[in-house]
């Protein structure tokens, strides 16, 4: 089955530039997340939607970071004027909450394989 | 700002050896996940433990929801060189999943 797809896998660009990621979640997940993660450590909140709303955006660095999910689907993730401290690998995930009758079990959270960005 | 500490950062053993890997926060979560990370890829699921006390076993992996919720232990049995990863926990607090700083984990053969 079709997983979380991202693209480009592999980004390089020149500092200054805009840059814009794709993630495509899996078929029929409801929330879409975004993260940065840095190499050994764990994945850092950047923003998530439910459908198409942006239910929360605290965790975007500053106002050159923004997300759109218009059509509660494909998400986008872009970088205005980069910068090399932009460089890092940025995941999404979409997720599918379980319930068992009225016992929430907890969100499972399925990764794409990451965009590597790399800001010279 | 709600953090969950992993201990130790790094772990390097031989293969047959136990370990034991923390997760620490000062916040209360609904539910708490271990999630393992491979070189390359993303993290993927093992285990959502939800009921304070609440003990899972995968295999040689059993994991532990701390009382409070506001812990949780993973402890592998006989690690394998396979087990080798980044090893991460992830609370939900019904809001969005704070993960945790990560645990990685070598095993020598």
């Known amino acids: 089955g079709a997983g979380v797809s991202q693209s480009p896998r592999y980004k390089v660009t020149k500092r200054g530039q805009d840059v814009a990621l794709r993630c495509d979640p899996i078929?029929?997940?409801?929330?879409l997340y975004w993260y940065r993660q840095a190499l050994g450590q764990g994945p850092e909140f950047l923003t998530y939607f439910n459908y198409e709303a942006q239910q929360d955006k605290s965790g975007l660095p500053n106002d050159r970071f923004s997300a759109e999910r218009p059509e509660g689907s494909i998400s986008t993730l872009t970088i205005q004027r980069t910068e090399q401290r932009d460089s890092a690998m940025y995941r999404c995930a979409s997720s599918l909450y379980s319930w068992d009758r009225d016992r929430y079990l907890g969100e499972t959270q399925y990764f794409g394989p990451g965009t590597r960005l790399l800001v010279l | 700002t709600q953090l969950l500490e992993q201990s130790p950062q790094f772990l390097s053993i031989q293969e047959g050896e136990n370990l034991t890997v923390y997760c620490n926060s000062s916040s209360v979560f609904s539910s708490l996940q271990w999630y393992r990370q491979e070189p390359g890829e993303g993290p993927v699921l093992l285990v959502t433990?939800?009921?304070?006390?609440e003990v899972k076993k995968l295999k040689r992996l059993t994991f532990q929801f701390g009382d409070a919720r506001k812990d949780s232990s993973l402890h592998i049995t006989a690690a394998q060189p396979g087990d080798t990863g980044l090893y991460l926990c992830a609370g939900d607090n019904t809001d969005k999943l704070i993960f945790g700083t990560g645990t990685r984990l070598q095993v020598f053969p």
């Open positions: 433990v939800v009921t304070g006390g």
């Open positions: 078929s029929g997940h409801v929330s």
